[in-house]
């Protein structure tokens, strides 16, 4: 009998670790719905609606920065409440 029986091939174990779990946070900033969100470990960015701006991407959505360590700094430095 063949070893080509239609089975599936032997899959090699799959890791049992999960991927890190990022945080984020809505509020406000300057009168304006905010997200602050890590996009790494370690690695904040700030984000604010504003539509009207020209700097808004097609959702609306204009970044006022970024690579920041933690969400308190990111607060801080932003005003994010």
């Not at 890791?15 to 602050?36: I, N, R």
């Amino acid at each position: 009998m063949s070893a080509q029986n239609g089975s599936p091939p032997s899959a090699s174990p799959t890791s049992t670790t999960s991927p890190a779990v990022l945080g984020s946070q809505y509020g406000t900033c300057d009168g304006k719905a905010a997200l602050a969100r890590e996009t790494s470990p370690g690695s904040w960015q700030v984000k604010v609606h504003d539509p009207k701006s020209p700097l808004a991407g097609h959702d609306g959505w204009v970044m006022i920065g970024r690579d920041w360590p933690s969400l308190a700094e990111a607060s801080a430095a932003t005003g994010l409440s």
